[in-house]
């Protein structure tokens, strides 16, 4: 696949600025997409339109997504979407939240790749840094990074990158989220969050089903910590480390969040247990690991 090898002059590359509107609706979408629901109390403040609480937190995330899944850096990063499409991953990533995010507004992202890496089997590692603010107020809304992972796509004379390495408690779980997985929820994240990677709507060769969003995940280990730690208050959620999503979920498996207390930082896990398992797989499956948070 040398061909799309990741250009090796790529590190420093500096995009233009990416503005993006969200709206009630956006938000609100977003966070049925990750969990929420009315028959919680603690959600409702994600999900009434009247409501005078915080937008959810995968907003931002989701501009600065918006924001590299663009022509301007794919085309410089592996010769456009539809190579990426074909292989790309997200791999980690990293977030600081500035402060609530509004139920409506307009954000403007800047982004650029600081590192790129290769591993021993020859994938490109390339590290997406992005800023989001509020384009009304001038105020930060988001800073952080994620490490994109491109099947057989490093160059020669590429170096290594390290990702984070975030010790798991050998332990029993603190808190346990219990999620059935609906077969739309593909479509559910992608209407709100504009994410159309045939990825997650075509049954790849060798695969059960299409693979669930990354982000939408992410966005329902979010929700669930909230809800835990926080009493719902999503704007008390002030980092997100992950380390790494070291298997695919298929719908419709179902997932449980596990959570550990570990002095001011919560440590979780995303695991497909492994009576729901549809891969064909023996005991239970990790899908996102290494979750560090803090509120």
Known sequence: MTDLNVPLDIAGTVFSDFE???????????????????????????????????????????????????????DQLIGGYANWQQVGRWGSGGAKFFG?????????????????????KGHALVRFNFEVVDSGSGSQLLEGWMLLFLLGCAPEGAGTITPPRIAMPDREADEVVAHDTDVNVTFDWAVPSGDWNTTHFIQQ?????????????????????????AGG??????????????????????????????????LGRLVVPANGRIDGGQGDKVCIDQIELRF
């Open 233 to 266: 208050r999503v704007d008390r959620l002030k980092e997100v480390t992950i380390g790494s999503l070291p298997a695919p979920h298929y719908p419709p498996e179902p997932t449980e969040t596990r959570f550990w207390r570990d002095g001011d930082r919560i």
């Open 100 to 120: 609530p995010v509004p139920q409506a507004g307009r954000g403007r992202v800047t982004s650029r790749i600081s590192e790129l890496g290769a591993t021993s």
């Open 20 to 74: 993006f509107d969200w709206s009630w609706q956006t938000s609100q979408l977003l966070s049925r997409a990750t969990g929420c629901s009315i028959r919680d109390e603690r959600d409702l403040p994600c999900l009434m339109n009247m409501s005078d609480g915080a937008g959810h937190p995968m907003v931002p995330f989701n501009g600065a997504l918006l924001a590299r899944n663009r022509d301007e850096v794919m």
């Open 205 to 229: 060769a060798g695969n059960p089903a299409p693979l669930t969003h990354g982000p939408r995940n992410m966005g329902l280990v979010l929700q669930d910590a909230c809800r835990a730690f």
